[in-house]
């Protein structure tokens, strides 16, 4: 299982479906070779320099976290049924509840739409808010 870096009062949480395999063996949010988040995140001006997997804790130094929808660990998202999205919303919510963050970044439409109950979402900002915080899908 792999553990949320998290704190109150973030400006941004992101949301991943479900940690990989490689990350759930590392302990470390992102770090099979291929995932590029941590060059996408610096890339898009989130952090100042690239953030490498086995120091994933600092990303709370710039005010943002790291969760995942589900907790179980697969080698992709799909192996993931409808019931075990079902299942954690509660617990999701809850942890957003706690932890109050401005923004919710899901990394894909999927744990969104399945939390959302929405059949269509689009890419970016969403039109309302999910437990108080303001929601933004990525691909």
């Not at 490689?22 to 992102?30: E, L, R």
């Not at 988040?37 to 490498?52: D, N, R, Y």
Request: aromatic content about 12%.
């Amino acid at each position: 299982m792999l553990t949320d870096i998290i704190s109150k009062n973030l400006e941004v949480i992101f949301v991943g479906i479900n940690p990989g395999l490689k990350s759930a063996i590392d302990g470390h949010h992102f770090s099979g070779k291929s995932n590029r988040f941590w060059k996408v995140l610096h890339s898009a001006g989130f952090t100042p320099h690239q953030i490498e997997p086995e120091n994933d804790t600092s990303i709370l130094e710039f005010g943002y976290g790291l969760t995942t929808a589900v907790a179980r660990a697969t080698s992709r998202a799909d192996e993931l049924s409808k019931e075990e999205f079902n299942d954690s919303l509660e617990f999701f919510k809850t942890k957003m509840k706690k932890f109050q963050p401005k923004y919710i970044a899901f990394l894909g439409k999927v744990a969104y739409k399945t939390f959302s109950g929405k059949k269509q979402i689009s890419w970016g900002l969403q039109s309302e808010d999910f437990c108080g915080a303001k929601v933004w899908v990525s691909p």
